[in-house]
């Protein structure tokens, strides 16, 4: 759990029926920067930390858009700790990662290690939500690297760590928007592109929530956020779309997939191609 924050607010959140790793899951989806596990006799119990960089307030937010298709899981405590050195070990948590048939995941340690046929991503873990660890993340990938164009020009909307960003880029794009609604991101952002030797004038990364203010034409749409916002967003979308333009849409779980389905034919988007992984749904639309 790297950072440079002077302490992290932390929010405990306990669950009955599901799992740690679930939980952990959904926690890192709302933009955690890690998590621990505290036994609670039969009840499943993380505590999830968030950097100071936003208020608590915009945590709750994030965190409640992500736990409303979980009813079973509920917030019980928040608060906020110190920043403290941490044990060196959490290193091994992010060995290299092979997603789908073309990518690796690598943090930057591990450079040097990387197979011959695979297209490193390497991205500084933990401060930021886009390790390529989490499924939906996964998912995205899978889904750009059957569907980019070369010389595509992308959206990234909730970047994050801007792995995203990266992928497009390496797979051939030829620019990406990037945009998330946190303003600390950026650091993460140009730390990661530089990491990958990525000029930053193919990536125009801004401040921005959802599509709002948004005023270019993309052929490739990426959005890997949770469903309330994605709901948000689907209206606007075949406005910044070219004729052939597409959208990928990840951070949904399964049991949201009808009722998104729905939403999306209802906005004029046809459902070309989806993923699966565990959990997580992913979904690539074009406009019908």
Same mark, same amino acid.
């Given at each position: 759990?790297?950072?440079?924050?002077?302490?992290?607010?932390?929010?405990?959140?306990?669950?009955?029926?599901?799992?740690?790793?679930?939980?952990?899951?959904? @926690?890192?989806?709302?933009?955690?920067?890690?998590?621990?596990?505290?036994?609670?006799?039969?009840?499943?119990?993380?505590?999830?930390?968030?950097?100071?960089?936003?208020?608590? =307030?915009?945590?709750?937010?994030?965190?409640?858009? *992500?736990?409303?298709?979980?009813?079973? /899981?509920?917030?019980?405590?928040?608060?906020?700790?110190?920043?403290?050195?941490?044990? *060196?070990?959490?290193?091994? @948590?992010?060995?290299?990662?092979?997603?789908?048939? *073309?990518?690796?995941?690598?943090?930057?340690?591990? $450079? =040097?290690?990387?197979?011959?046929?695979?297209?490193? !991503?390497?991205?500084?873990?933990?401060?930021?939500?886009?390790?390529?660890?989490?499924?939906? *993340?996964?998912?995205?990938?899978?889904?750009?690297?059957?569907?980019?164009?070369?010389?595509?020009?992308? @959206?990234?909307? =909730?970047?994050?760590?801007? /792995?995203?960003?990266?992928?497009?880029?390496?797979?051939?794009?030829?620019?990406?928007?990037?945009?998330? /609604?946190?303003?600390?991101?950026?650091?993460?952002?140009?730390?990661? !592109?530089?990491? #990958?030797?990525?000029?930053?004038?193919?990536?125009?990364?801004?401040?921005?929530? !959802?599509?709002?203010?948004?005023?270019? $034409?993309?052929?490739?749409?990426?959005?890997?956020?949770?469903?309330?916002?994605?709901?948000?967003?689907?209206?606007?979308?075949?406005?910044?779309?070219?004729?052939?333009?597409?959208?990928?849409?990840?951070?949904?779980?399964? +049991?949201?997939?009808?009722?998104?389905? +729905?939403?999306?034919?209802? #906005?004029?988007?046809?459902?070309?191609?989806?993923?699966?992984?565990?959990?997580?749904?992913?979904?690539?639309?074009?406009?019908?």
């Amino acid at each position: 759990m790297p950072g440079l924050d002077s302490f992290w607010w932390y929010v405990t959140m306990e669950g009955e029926t599901v799992s740690e790793e679930v939980m952990a899951s959904l @926690a890192d989806l709302s933009g955690s920067i890690g998590t621990e596990q505290h036994d609670q006799g039969e009840k499943i119990r993380i505590r999830a930390y968030y950097r100071s960089s936003q208020d608590l =307030g915009f945590w709750m937010q994030r965190i409640k858009q *992500t736990l409303d298709p979980w009813p079973e /899981i509920s917030v019980v405590d928040t608060g906020k700790i110190e920043n403290q050195k941490w044990h *060196t070990e959490w290193k091994e @948590a992010f060995p290299p990662l092979e997603v789908g048939k *073309t990518f690796i995941v690598m943090a930057p340690w591990h $450079k =040097g290690k990387e197979p011959a046929d695979r297209i490193p !991503l390497y991205i500084y873990p933990g401060s930021a939500f886009g390790t390529g660890y989490h499924e939906s *993340t996964q998912i995205v990938l899978s889904l750009l690297e059957r569907h980019l164009r070369r010389g595509d020009v992308v @959206a990234d909307i =909730g970047t994050g760590s801007a /792995i995203l960003s990266i992928a497009a880029l390496k797979m051939g794009a030829s620019h990406v928007f990037s945009r998330d /609604i946190d303003p600390a991101v950026s650091e993460e952002v140009y730390r990661n !592109l530089n990491q #990958n030797s990525i000029p930053h004038e193919f990536v125009d990364f801004k401040t921005g929530n !959802l599509l709002q203010d948004f005023d270019h $034409k993309v052929d490739l749409l990426l959005a890997n956020i949770v469903v309330e916002p994605l709901k948000r967003m689907i209206p606007d979308v075949k406005t910044i779309l070219t004729e052939r333009g597409r959208a990928i849409f990840s951070g949904l779980v399964i +049991r949201e997939k009808n009722d998104f389905t +729905r939403i999306l034919e209802s #906005n004029g988007l046809l459902v070309t191609d989806e993923i699966t992984c565990s959990e997580w749904w992913g979904v690539l639309v074009e406009i019908a």
